[in-house]
């Protein structure tokens, strides 16, 4: 199969998770409306799901090294679009809750294979390319779902926007069935004792360098997190943005993902992921002291947009040689790795959106101060990574 090929079918598979996150946003005021809870309550929802995709991950990545990847994506997509056409029917936010908890889980075991597959394809630089491919056809969901989600509420009402994640899951589930699994080799089954899903994951924990990688990930996708948490307040209550500004702002973040992507793949050729990584990062933390400064001086909308256009837009570079790097030193234990790392992510970014949706209350500045906490955190881990993995390669 070729590269793109591949590409292609994996970031069909990952589009579920911005779908899943970002479709629903412009609708957050006519949930909370419905359901009679206040726009703040309604964001409980995006960090259940994201608290259970990152847990689930811990389980479905040795699962996946153990019963084969197709096994484990197939069951995650019909969990995921059961459980969303399950939410399109809740009455209650509690409801909503335990339903977006089980479309989670779904996500949470597609979202650990895609990484699994791509290392048992590839490794170091190629997998980089091949992770910023993915990253590259994938960004036209995050781009478009607001778009699509605020069309079906022109059209229709809120679980509408769910039903339609249902019936992507099926489309998805078809085509992976019949055109990827096909094409990949088969699976081995293994014979381990079960303890070694629990034991494998020592061997990750005690890596320091994949560690590094591993918290790089976290701080920057909860930076990110924290932003799509608040991306309706801040557009739409904040600034007082019609739902059609909301929407192409929001696609705005994802543009300059891609172009950064599009850099990034062809600075590959030239210059190590560690160290395009780091630039990644500080770029991103100087684009969040921007915005600190800009929300404490109250400026207008177009410059707090600009700068979170800007540090949203590293992820289009930071994640894809991250992932690479994170994945490199476990070619046998992709799918726990995987875990790790998405379970990791997921859960602690979780946490810190659904903190930042109880405690910030109805401003601007604490949403923007968190954002740039976690980029700090993420500078001190990237600076000394490039020398990380020059000891790894001198030790192998």
Request: with cysteine.
């Amino acid at each position: 199969m070729s590269q793109f090929r591949l590409a292609l079918l994996l970031g069909l598979t990952v589009a579920l998770g911005p779908l899943a996150l970002d479709a629903y946003l412009p609708g957050f005021p006519d949930i909370a409306a419905d359901l009679g809870v206040s726009v703040g309550d309604i964001g409980l929802t995006l960090s259940a799901y994201v608290g259970a995709l990152g847990l689930a991950q811990l389980i479905g990545g040795p699962f996946s090294d153990r019963y084969g990847r197709q096994t484990i994506l197939l069951t995650g997509l019909v969990v995921f679009g059961a459980a969303a056409f399950m939410v399109s029917r809740a009455m209650t936010l509690d409801e909503m809750l335990f339903w977006r908890v089980i479309q989670g889980i779904g996500g949470a075991f597609c979202a650990v294979s895609v990484p699994a597959i791509v290392r048992d394809t590839t490794s170091g630089q190629e997998a980089a390319r091949l992770f910023g491919l993915i990253g590259l056809i994938m960004f036209v969901a995050p781009a478009a779902a607001p778009a699509i989600g605020a069309m079906l509420l022109a059209i229709g009402e809120w679980p509408a926007v769910f039903l339609m994640l249902t019936g992507y899951a099926v489309f998805v589930g078809i085509v992976l069935k019949l055109d990827l699994f096909p094409r990949l080799p088969p699976h081995k089954p293994v014979n381990t004792p079960a303890i070694t899903l629990i034991t494998n994951y020592a061997l990750v924990l005690r890596h320091r360098t994949t560690m590094r990688f591993v918290g790089i990930q976290v701080l920057c996708f909860s930076s990110m997190l924290v932003f799509i948490t608040h991306a309706s307040f801040i557009y739409q209550e904040w600034f007082g943005l019609s739902k059609s500004h909301f929407s192409a702002l929001f696609a705005a973040n994802v543009g300059m993902m891609a172009v950064l992507n599009m850099l990034n793949r062809r600075l590959l050729l030239s210059y190590q992921s560690t160290r395009l990584l780091r630039i990644g990062v500080v770029v991103q933390f100087v684009a969040m002291v921007a915005l600190v400064a800009s929300a404490w001086l109250e400026a207008s909308y177009w410059v707090v947009a600009v700068c979170i256009i800007a540090g949203v837009g590293c992820m289009g570079a930071i994640i894809p040689n991250n992932m690479a790097n994170a994945l490199e030193y476990f070619p046998h234990l992709g799918g726990t790795t995987s875990a790790l790392l998405g379970g990791t992510q997921f859960t602690i970014a979780g946490i810190i959106s659904a903190l930042s949706a109880k405690y910030a209350g109805h401003a601007l500045l604490p949403v923007v101060l968190t954002m740039a906490a976690c980029c700090f955190g993420a500078v001190l881990l990237a600076w000394g990574a490039p020398r990380a993995v020059a000891r790894e390669a001198a030790v192998a």
